[in-house]
């Protein structure tokens, strides 16, 4: 399976089991990723610089094969939120008449001091969408947030290689939870990527723009790339506080439905440079 979700995130669907033989070649064939990761905080009012060049995406396993082939992709510079967006951001939005209060998601971790800072949940793809737009931004595509989340040595997790645990992200740890709920975004600083970016493993999934498709890695352009031209659903990332660790790996896909609100999904924007 792509990836292990709890059954509370209703129609997100976890991806695809097995590959014909042709896809499993496929996998055989990429290129070497993992390693150091690489890169210099650079981050100002809260959003970090992205500098342009190569990085590798996708990975060459033939258990995950909607992550198939892994291979190298250029994207053009972009700066990306540090965090996801917070309840205070959002509500800022509602006050301008743009954004709609959030409806109640009963998730709530037993510790929170700075319920304000918890990132903004049960926000639908299109209102997630209508947020990045009225701070000047968009949401990622999916390469821009794998490239954030694994640096151009295509590290498995943000800041490196070394293994979970709830010092780094806030998941579903063997048989427990780490928190509970989301909690208060940059609660770990350990699991910062090396470019300054927090939270892109667990506390809660994220929207990005790309439409969600099994094969789509198999014919990804070389340069820029903008996931399947149309489709159902769209593409989550980052895994949440009650995922395992399997949704955590920075090449996990998930997807579900653009209406689907739910407590683990959350998101955060990107800014053209």
Do not use: K
């Amino acid at each position: 399976m792509t990836l292990l979700l709890v059954a509370c995130l209703g129609d997100v669907d976890p991806g695809v089991d097995s590959a014909p033989a042709s896809e499993v070649d496929a996998c055989a064939e990429g290129v070497e990723s993992g390693g150091e990761p690489t890169g210099v905080p650079d981050c100002t009012d809260e959003v970090c610089e992205i500098p342009a060049g190569a990085f590798v995406m996708g990975r060459s396993d033939p258990a995950t094969p909607d992550r198939c082939p892994a291979r190298q992709v250029e994207l053009d510079a972009f700066a990306m939120d540090r965090t996801e967006v917070t309840v205070e951001a959002w509500e800022f939005c509602v006050a301008a008449g743009v954004c709609a209060e959030l409806p109640f998601c009963e998730s709530d971790a037993p510790r929170i001091e700075e319920p304000s800072q918890v990132p903004a949940t049960c926000v639908s793809w299109e209102n997630a969408r209508r947020y990045c737009d009225w701070v000047g931004g968009r949401l990622p595509t999916e390469a821009e947030w794998e490239r954030a989340a694994r640096g151009t040595e295509g590290t498995t997790y943000p800041w490196g290689e070394e293994p979970l645990g709830c010092d780094r992200a806030n998941y579903h740890f063997v048989v427990d939870v780490c928190e509970g709920g989301p909690i208060e975004v940059g609660s770990y600083p350990g699991g910062d990527s090396a470019e300054g970016l927090a939270d892109l493993a667990g506390n809660v999934f994220e929207w990005t723009a790309d439409y969600y498709d099994a094969e789509g890695y198999a014919d990804l352009d070389a340069s820029n790339p903008t996931g399947a031209p149309e489709g159902t659903d769209r593409v989550l990332r980052g895994g949440a506080w009650n995922t395992r660790d399997e949704a955590l790996d920075s090449t996990a896909r998930a997807f579900g439905s653009p209406e689907l609100q739910d407590a683990n999904i959350g998101f955060r924007c990107v800014y053209g440079r």
